[in-house]
């Protein structure tokens, strides 16, 4: 398949990010490369993310046998990928939201992400929804019971029950006991809680309580503080819970290697993802999107500190 007509780079990348590169290229789905590859979705998933570690023995053969049939050599040294921006960075707080998100989902717990805007809690979660038998729904302040209600039966893709709000949970819960194995992820959820009102937590609470399904609620980290204060009976089944704390200069560093940054301008990109005001992954993510872009169409050898000043003024900072 064809790949955008810019400069291509040899880039030091891993296994698993060739390989995500090659579904990015090819357009296939996750499902269909396992397939291919003869693993599990779920074993794929959790290499991809960097879960599973025990598990890279026996998933590697088969990972390189993949790469091979698309031209990609077993050195990963010679991989060839475009310049692009990579689609997931397995870093700390990525690994911790997806070791919580697998346990809770494994053994029917439920855990608690909170973060701050920014720091790549919902796309790390939205990451591990693609696996399967995850849904995830992202909340805002304007729900009521019955909208989060249906919201869950949405991401279920189960159709809408009549009746009730009680009717349509109960329906919930039945889908959950008839199919073992679930997680629900609850995006955002301290926009559910004020001091007038716990209703749509209780929702969760009950539904996670009788349904026998694993819950992840995330939120900023007035959610934890939120919990303790108006629902202890929910603050005393939380099994599980992590707190993200951003990224580090060296996490940076690894983001961005493979890329052509001149010196200056890697320093510029660390104070992007790691100063305690405005830094976060996202603002990072956008910037090397964005930078990239600049230098594509700039044609240059490096990416400067001018390519990143240019990449910003594309962005609302």
Do not use: W
Not at 8 to 28: F, N
Not at 204 to 215: A, K, M, N, P
Not at 245 to 264: Q, S
Not at 266 to 281: D, L, P, Y
């Amino acid at each position: 398949m064809a790949v955008e007509a810019t400069k291509l780079y040899t880039v030091k990348a891993d296994t698993a990010s060739r390989i995500e590169a090659v579904i990015k290229e090819t357009g296939k789905t996750i499902t269909e490369v396992a397939k291919e590859m003869n693993i599990s979705r779920t074993a794929l998933s959790r290499y991809l993310s960097g879960s599973y570690n025990a598990e890279n023995s026996k998933i590697e053969p088969a990972a390189l046998e993949f790469l091979s049939q698309y031209g990609q050599d077993a050195n990963p040294n010679a991989a060839t990928v475009p310049l692009v921006a990579p689609n997931f960075y397995v870093g700390r707080d990525a690994r911790d939201i997806v070791g919580l998100c697998g346990e809770c989902q494994d053994h029917g717990k439920l855990g608690i992400v909170t973060g701050k805007t920014g720091y790549g809690k919902s796309h790390s979660l939205r990451h591990y929804a693609k696996m399967s038998k995850v849904v995830y729904v992202e909340c805002d302040d304007s729900m009521g019971c019955k909208d989060l209600i249906d919201a869950i039966e949405d991401a279920l893709g189960i159709p809408s029950t009549p009746g009730s709000i009680y009717r349509k949970k109960q329906g919930i819960i039945s889908f959950f006991n008839v199919n073992r194995g679930y997680l629900l992820i609850v995006d955002e959820a301290d926009k559910l809680i004020n001091k007038y009102t716990q209703k749509k937590m209780e929702i969760l609470r009950s539904i996670y309580g009788t349904g026998r399904v694993g819950l992840v609620i995330a939120g900023e980290p007035r959610l934890e503080t939120l919990i303790k204060g108006y629902l202890e009976r929910f603050a005393n089944r939380v099994d599980a819970r992590t707190a993200l704390i951003g990224l580090t200069e060296k996490e940076v560093r690894d983001y961005l290697n493979g890329f052509p940054f001149e010196a200056d301008a890697i320093e510029e990109m660390i104070v992007r993802g790691t100063n305690s005001k405005s830094g976060c992954f996202r603002l990072l993510a956008r910037t090397l999107d964005n930078a990239l872009r600049v230098h594509r169409e700039d044609g240059g050898a490096t990416i400067t500190v001018n390519t990143i000043l240019k990449a910003s003024s594309m962005m609302m900072l």
